[in-house]
C-alpha cells in the first residue's frame, strides 16, 4: 500500500512538474435590450471563475462556473461550461482563441427553477501582461443554446478579466 501511495505521489509531481494550470475568471456588467413588464430595461451582472489546464503552447481544457444576478426581478442563472481552448493565432503579445464549450444552464426565479443546455464555440483574445498573468477577453458566442441557433456578438456580451498561470 505505501509503495503505491508514493508511486501515485511521484507520478502526480512528475505530471504537475510540466503543468501549466491557470485560474481566473471574468466578470460583465451589462443590460439587455429586453424590457420587464415595467418597461425597465433587464440589467445584470454576471461573475465566472474559470480553471484550467494548458494541454500544450496551443491547447487547453478548462471549465467556467458562473453566476448571473438578471436584475429587477428577473431571477438568478447558474452556468457550468466545461470547453476545449484552441489558440488560433498570436499576434506579438495578442493571442486569439476559440472556446469550444457546452454549457449546463439552469434558472431560478419566480419560484420556479428551469434547466437548459448549450453547445457551440465563443471567440476570445488573452494579452499576457507577466509569466503568470493574463488580461483575457471574451465575445458572444455562436451555437445551439435555449433550443434555437443562435449567433451573439453584440457589444453587451463582452466579459474581462485576468488569469494566474501556475
Excluded: C, W
Amino acid at each position: 500500500m505505501k509503495k503505491l501511495i508514493v508511486v501515485l505521489a511521484l507520478a502526480f509531481i512528475g505530471f504537475s512538474a510540466n503543468a501549466q494550470f491557470y485560474v481566473g475568471g471574468t466578470i460583465h456588467f451589462g443590460t439587455d435590450q429586453a424590457v420587464n413588464e415595467n418597461g425597465d430595461a433587464t440589467v445584470g451582472l454576471n461573475i465566472a471563475p474559470e480553471f484550467g489546464y494548458f494541454l500544450n503552447d496551443n491547447m487547453a481544457i478548462g471549465a467556467s462556473i458562473g453566476y448571473t444576478n438578471m436584475g429587477f426581478g428577473g431571477g438568478n442563472l447558474f452556468t457550468i461550461a466545461p470547453y476545449f481552448r484552441y489558440f488560433l493565432l498570436e499576434m506579438g503579445p495578442v493571442n486569439l482563441f476559440l472556446d469550444g464549450q457546452l454549457e449546463v444552464l439552469i434558472l431560478s426565479g419566480g419560484g420556479e427553477t428551469q434547466t437548459g443546455f448549450g453547445v457551440g464555440v465563443a471567440p476570445g483574445i488573452s494579452i499576457p501582461v507577466s509569466d503568470n498573468l493574463s488580461f483575457v477577453g471574451h465575445l458572444g458566442h455562436v451555437g445551439y443554446y435555449g433550443g434555437s441557433f443562435e449567433i451573439d456578438a453584440s457589444p453587451a456580451n463582452i466579459a474581462m478579466g485576468l488569469y494566474y498561470s501556475f
